[in-house]
Structure formats: C-alpha cells, structure tokens
C-alpha cells in the first residue's frame, strides 16, 4: 500500500497562474481532507469531503476549489494563484468520520512568486 | 471543538521519558483527545487517542485526568527520532465530519 500520495512535490507558480494539486490514496478510505500549513504554523483545513459526493469548506477556503474525483481521489485547484498561497499543502484521509487516525501524504511544497 | 493549550516548546534527554502536557479545559462530555506529531515537516502522524481512561499502544501512553480538563503524552524513552512538533487536539468522535483543527503543538527537542 502506497498510502496517501500527493504530487507534485514542489511547484513555483506566477501571481496570477493556476494549478491542481492531486492526491490519491489506496486504502478504500470514505473521507479525505486538504490542509495548508504556513511556516511557524500549525496546519488549517482548506476542504474537506466526508464520502464520495461531497465536499465542504474547512476554516480557510477562499482562493480553493476541490473535486472529489472518484473514492480514492481528491484534487485542489487553485484557480488565480496569489503570494499568500505559498504554504505546504497536505492531503489526508480516513476511514470515516467515526474513525480517528488521520493518514496525511507527504506534502507538496509550493512558492506563488 | 474545544480549544486546547499547550507549551511552546520542551526538552527532553535521550532515554528519558517525555511527558507533554495539555490543558482543555471546555472539554465536553463525547469530545475525545487526540496526540500527532509532525516531524521536520513531513505529514502529521497519528499517535494515540482517548475519551477518559488512560490508554497505552507501542509508541506512547495518555493519561487524562479525572475532570478530563487536561492531559499528559508521554513518551517513556525518548529517542532523537522523537523530535518533532506534538499536537493536541479535542474533538467529537462520532456523528461529525472527522475534520482536526490543529494548534500551534509543542516542539520536543530530544537531546542526546
């Protein structure tokens, strides 16, 4: 099992530029969630998606929007990218909202020049 | 969710046990405590959970006190390898969306 993946790694974009971060996870997972973390910060929840179909806004939304794909993935598009995005955005997920281990992916790192 | 209070930062010598403490004092009745860490910058990783009985797996022990208003991690050896930012979190366990707010932890330093 790869666990939760995230790609890409790194990505420098230009103001203004748009982009879609993808994450993947094979362990048949119902709820997935993406984070950003700021440096010095503790992480904050962009979207999140309690089962396939369906998707809600976290504590930091605006400038985001999602897709739940399908039950394994779950995209983040930022559409119009600005300086205040650059952060470390983290994809997690689990079994359920009933469950209590979160599984995150490895991050993916991205600059907004 | 209720809101949790940690130290900033802590020391711990290699071998000896680390003991982070918590303080959630609005704690309800059905909101479980939660510990992950978050090593140099990698994804978070779970590390133990609780309601109100002490609770032991192989990588830490919890320990919540009566009044459920605050807690204590503890690491019984720590090794270097348990550097890293210890978060505390308190939310329901059932019947919401799974969603963790994350605080600002505490930074572990395990020294040698």
């Known amino acids: 099992n790869a666990g939760v993946t995230q790609t890409p790694k790194f990505q420098v974009l230009k103001t203004g530029q748009s982009m879609t971060l993808q994450c993947a996870q094979d362990?048949?997972?119902?709820?997935m969630y993406w984070y950003r973390q700021d440096p010095g910060m503790g992480l904050r929840l962009i979207y999140y998606s309690a089962s396939e179909g369906t998707t809600d806004k976290g504590e930091v939304p605006n400038g985001y929007n999602v897709s739940r794909l399908n039950k394994r993935e779950f995209s983040l598009r930022l559409e119009s990218a600005a300086p205040s995005q650059t952060s470390v955005y983290f994809c997690?997920?689990?079994?359920?909202?009933?469950?209590?281990?979160?599984?995150f992916g490895p991050g993916t790192r991205l600059t907004v020049l | 969710d209720a809101k949790t209070t940690q130290p900033t930062s802590m020391d711990c010598a290699e071998g000896r046990a680390a003991n982070l403490p918590c303080n959630h004092s609005?704690?309800?009745?059905?909101?479980?405590v939660y510990w992950y860490r978050q090593i140099h910058s990698q994804g978070p990783q779970y590390i133990i959970h609780g309601l109100k009985n002490n609770e032991t797996n192989e990588m830490a022990s919890l320990i919540i006190t009566e009044d459920r208003k605050s807690s204590t991690l503890i690491l019984p050896h720590a090794t270097l390898r348990d550097t890293a930012v210890y978060y505390c979190?308190?939310?329901?366990?059932?019947?919401?969306?799974?969603?963790?707010?994350f605080g600002q932890g505490t930074t572990l330093q395990v020294k040698p």
């Open positions: 609005t704690i309800s009745g059905n909101e479980y």
């Open positions: 362990m048949n997972h119902n709820s």
């Open positions: 979190i308190v939310r329901i366990g059932s019947g919401n969306t799974g969603k963790l707010i």
């Open positions: 997690a997920s689990t079994r359920g909202r009933a469950f209590y281990e979160q599984f």
